[in-house]
């Protein structure tokens, strides 16, 4: 080899191994950017869950009842993520995520019953950190499928060592008839080699009405009880006026007002 192709030789390899030093590089910082963002999408979950699980826990006391059966929460996966910022022409990037999907976090509640639906997302809805982006009610408008759900855009505040940032999350909140029905049809929609033909689309929104028919039922039953369950404390309210020879007050009352008389007197 003469020197000029050796001083060829030294120079690419030179060149290769800055080229590839810096795109690791870039690729290093690039997987520590997206890791970054998506534990922020994970904190966001974290306070979105912790908000319905205190508004379960303060049912539980005052009520004795939980309004919530479960909730799920799930990071979108990072192929998911790929997949719908090509499908919408978005740019493929760590701020392009940020500012162009909603549903990286999503957090799932399934509640007993549609009123608790309706109450939950009200009593998210009021807390002063909590912006609301969208809202899509598919309990009231059902999609064509039969699929019944509310669906809520919202931005939320995380706090870190230095800075809060406002993050986005979708949360879906559904009973439990409407997440079984939801869960078996994605199920089947995921079978791939299988076309849906009108019969079994028909069959389908059959289902859905039928779980819709199921939930209607099961409120007005729960209506129902909590109305007998009023009658059970106006009776016991009734017998401890009875018992202290005094008009008929409310439970509260006693605590406040003759409660206080009584440790008095003693
Ligand atoms: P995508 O987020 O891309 O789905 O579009 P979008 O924001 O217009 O959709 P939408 O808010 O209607 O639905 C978002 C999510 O709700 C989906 O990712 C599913 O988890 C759920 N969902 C919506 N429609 C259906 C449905 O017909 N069946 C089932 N099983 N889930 C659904
Ligand atoms: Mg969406």
Redesign the pocket.
Request: zero cysteines.
């Given at each position: 080899m003469t020197d000029l192709t050796i001083q060829r030789e030294n120079q690419l390899n030179q060149l290769q191994s800055m080229v590839s030093t810096d795109m690791v590089e870039w690729a290093l910082q690039k997987t520590y950017d997206f890791a970054k963002l998506m534990s922020y999408y994970r904190c966001a979950m974290m306070e979105i869950e912790t908000k319905f699980n205190v508004l379960n826990e303060e049912f539980k006391l005052r009520f004795d009842r939980q309004p919530i059966n479960s909730i799920k929460a799930r990071l979108k996966s990072p192929i998911s993520i790929h997949q719908?910022l090509a499908d919408r022409g978005y740019p493929m990037s760590v701020e392009s995520i940020e500012s162009n999907l909603n549903?990286i976090a999503g957090i799932r509640v399934i509640c007993s019953f549609t009123d608790d639906v309706y109450m939950m997302a009200e009593a998210l809805l009021k807390q002063d950190d909590i912006t609301l982006i969208e809202k899509?009610d598919y309990i009231k408008s059902p999609?064509k499928?039969g699929?019944r759900?509310l669906?809520l855009i919202v931005a939320v505040p995380i706090f870190l060592q230095s800075e809060k940032r406002i993050m986005k999350a979708?949360i879906?909140l559904r009973t439990i008839a409407m997440d079984s029905w939801?869960?078996l049809?994605?199920q089947l929609?995921y079978k791939k080699d299988v076309v849906f033909d009108e019969k079994m689309q028909w069959e389908l929104r059959y289902c859905a009405d039928l779980s819709a028919q199921l939930d209607e039922r099961m409120d007005a039953l729960r209506v129902k009880v909590s109305s007998e369950q009023r009658d059970e404390r106006e009776i016991i309210r009734e017998n401890i006026s009875a018992l202290r020879g005094t008009p008929m007050p409310g439970l509260e009352e006693e605590g406040g007002t003759n409660g206080g008389k009584d440790t008095a007197d003693d």
């Open positions: 719908k549903d899509k999609k499928n699929y759900s669906h979708e879906q939801a869960s049809e994605h929609r």
